[in-house]
């Protein structure tokens, strides 16, 4: 069973095109984020959510809109793709109360985007 | 300064041998260390949390040294499934807002 999945896995777009990136988890966690992996392997987060609740917004242009529509699902939409967009978008999911959280985010595998 | 500074490597390691490596952190008031593992063109995946007191799972310990601000991973009788990159992870701020490091890559040679 894929704890953390999201797709597409791999898109190729022009620049200027309108795209979406979805992501889903079953570990009944509570809240969910964008991670953007460049070509220097940095992880940035871009966008954390907590029970469908914006809790993270990092400084990210707004042609990038998440939305959770339940704390299962957390989805990517990138308006006017620019080629600096091109990345590897990891959604992750994890449990914030202290209670259960053990510090560990799980990963899905990644969505290469490359825009030409 | 970045937040969370490492040695990108390749630290190449003939198997068997011990390598180990270190992390430096900016930020005085960090809370939460983690080391966590990415193999080539996959997610990354949590390896270790890093106690005040050190820890050690199997062939991998993890040291924090508050004072200068460091956390180290050392793997000890390398395998080649330890090739891999490490990254270090550390919780400054709000919980959540994990700062990644660029990752130390070490490859295990036969």
């Known amino acids: 069973d894929t704890a953390v999945s999201q797709t597409p896995k791999y898109l190729v777009t022009q620049m200027g095109n309108d795209k979406s990136i979805k992501c889903e988890q079953n570990l009944g966690h509570d809240t969910m984020y964008w991670y953007k992996q460049d070509s220097k392997k940095f992880l940035k987060i871009m966008f954390s959510?907590?029970?469908?609740?914006?809790?993270i917004n990092e400084t990210v242009p707004n042609r990038f809109s998440p939305k959770s529509p339940d704390k299962a699902h957390l989805n990517l939409h990138i308006n006017s793709l620019e080629l600096g967009d091109s990345a590897v978008y990891f959604c992750?999911?994890?449990?914030?109360?202290?209670?259960?959280?053990?510090?560990?985010?799980?990963f899905g595998e990644g969505s290469r985007l490359t825009v030409l | 300064r970045k937040e969370v500074e490492q040695d990108p490597g390749p630290f190449n390691v003939p198997e068997g041998a011990t390598v180990a490596f270190n992390c430096t952190y900016s930020n005085s008031a960090s809370q939460s260390f983690f080391w966590y593992r990415q193999d080539c063109r996959k997610e990354p995946k949590l390896l270790m949390s890093v106690y005040s007191s050190g820890n050690e799972d199997g062939r991998f310990t993890a040291q924090l040294n508050r004072a200068s601000q460091y956390i180290s991973l050392l793997i000890r009788d390398s395998k080649l499934s330890d090739s891999a990159t490490y990254l270090c992870v550390v919780n400054s701020y709000s919980w959540g807002k994990l700062q990644f490091g660029a990752g130390t890559q070490v490859v295990v040679t036969p």
């Open positions: 992750a999911s994890s449990f914030r109360g202290k209670r259960m959280n053990t510090g560990e985010l799980f």
């Open positions: 959510y907590n029970n469908k609740e914006l809790i």
